[in-house]
């Protein structure tokens, strides 16, 4: 293995634990980068970029970081200055992987610097952080961070670190080397939104596509999946987007949980490529417990998904104004973008006897495109349900027709039926 392991973590504080994991992976015939963010202490190792040098990379001196005395500038610098050494680490091909150990203030350096490398570059954090409810998101995001709990504070090495260090180690090591020996399958990669009540959906579209040569890869937009698959197609990954579960919209809209923010189904059109949308789990919010919903909430029709959630239908003004900002992105983009509908139904739950059924407030939705959408943004109104094999086959049939010719649409035909 030729390319370097960096091991983030303070010396001033971590250094016994630091030179631990420097000697398992050394140990392993992997070579080392050390990469100190500490501010206060004197560093109880040598660092290949020490702390003068990572505060320097951040924008700001330490010196001056430490008279003024302000540690949240100090925790920034030091993020920032950490992960732009990373970043060029990797940029110049001297970067196999990023181990990282530390408590709170270690872990958002250590995690913040893991991600903004690409995925599939191997990640470990060994952290204090690494359990208890709702800490993961800010230090994982969207990427591929390994979260590794220390289960003992981390103070020295002892009985019980010293297994967990050294297996930090072995891992690193073992995923940079294993990481060099991955190769792609050569096929067009493809990534598309599937929640559960669409599923049926995307197994038969991912068949389709299998079968065609294309490589399928689904994200679960509950938030983090959407954002992910932005990330991804930004990146370059992605050549063509089957966005048929766009849950996230209506968390964006109506305040639900899954909500991926203001960057969601933008990145497709920000980047030319071919995308094709439908408004899959448009039609219900995911809340919270039941009771932690509003009295107008539990008036509506809704579905107990689990003791943590529950799944409330949108309401007729609320589809208006989430085909609003779906067109109003979709307007943007700069490649071919089609939006199919299915009028029999926009997930497993919206149909005739089931919870959702509401043909009306779907109307709403469709007014709204019908509206707003502008040429060259193709509409088609599909005479199917979404689970059905019908619209399966038209998403898939006029995602090939854009991959084959990736060329914006010229101004035509807003609405079309199929049946």
């Not at 293995?1 to 398992?24: H, N």
């Not at 050549?239 to 964006?252: A, C, Y």
């Not at 497993?348 to 707003?372: K, M, T, V, W, Y």
């Amino acid at each position: 293995m030729t390319k370097p392991i960096a091991i983030i973590g303070t010396l001033d504080t971590k250094g016994l634990e630091v030179a631990y994991l420097r000697d398992q992976v050394r140990s392993r015939g992997a070579k080392v980068r050390i990469i100190d963010p500490g501010v206060l202490g004197k560093p109880a190792v040598e660092a290949d970029f020490t702390q003068e040098q990572v505060a320097r990379a951040g924008g700001g001196e330490l010196a001056a970081l430490v008279a003024a005395g302000d540690k949240g500038l100090a925790i920034q610098t030091m993020i920032d200055g950490t992960r732009a050494i990373v970043v060029r680490l990797y940029a110049e091909g001297k970067l196999g992987g990023v181990l990282a150990v530390g408590g709170g203030q270690g872990t958002a350096i250590g995690t913040a610097a893991m991600q903004a490398l690409p995925i599939g570059v191997p990640k470990v954090m060994v952290s204090t952080m690494a359990s208890g409810q709702n800490v993961f998101e800010p230090y994982v995001g969207t990427s591929d961070v390994t979260l590794m709990h220390s289960v003992a504070d981390i103070l020295g090495v002892n009985a019980i670190t010293r297994k967990i260090f050294a297996n930090a180690a072995a891992a690193v090591v073992a995923m940079a080397e294993a990481s060099e020996q991955v190769e792609g399958s050569g096929r067009m990669v493809l990534g598309a939104t599937m929640l559960g009540l669409t599923t049926a959906c995307i197994l038969r579209a991912k068949d389709l596509f299998d079968a065609a040569g294309y490589e399928l890869v689904a994200f679960h937009p509950n938030g983090t999946g959407g954002r992910s698959m932005e990330r991804l197609i930004d990146q370059g990954l992605i050549q063509g987007v089957l966005d048929i579960s766009t849950q996230e919209l209506t968390g964006h809209v109506c305040g639900g949980l899954f909500d991926a923010g203001p960057e969601r189904l933008t990145a497709a059109g920000r980047q030319g490529i071919p995308q094709v949308v439908a408004p899959g789990g448009t039609d219900y919010i995911v809340l919270g417990p039941l009771n932690s919903l509003s009295a107008e909430q539990r008036s509506r029709s809704l579905i107990v998904h689990n003791p943590n959630i529950t799944l409330v239908r949108t309401a007729r003004r609320e589809m208006a104004e989430i085909g609003k900002l779906m067109a109003c992105r979709l307007n943007q983009a700069r490649g071919p973008a089609a939006v199919l509908v299915p009028l029999g139904g926009f997930s497993f739950s919206d149909r005739p006897g089931h919870a959702f059924f509401d043909p009306e407030a779907d109307a709403a939705l469709i007014e709204a495109l019908e509206g707003s959408l502008a040429p060259p943004i193709e509409l088609h109104l599909v005479e199917a349900h979404i689970n059905d094999p019908l619209f399966a086959d038209a998403i898939v049939e006029k995602l090939r027709e854009f991959m084959a010719d990736p060329r914006p649409r010229r101004p035509g035909a807003m609405q079309e039926q199929h049946g």
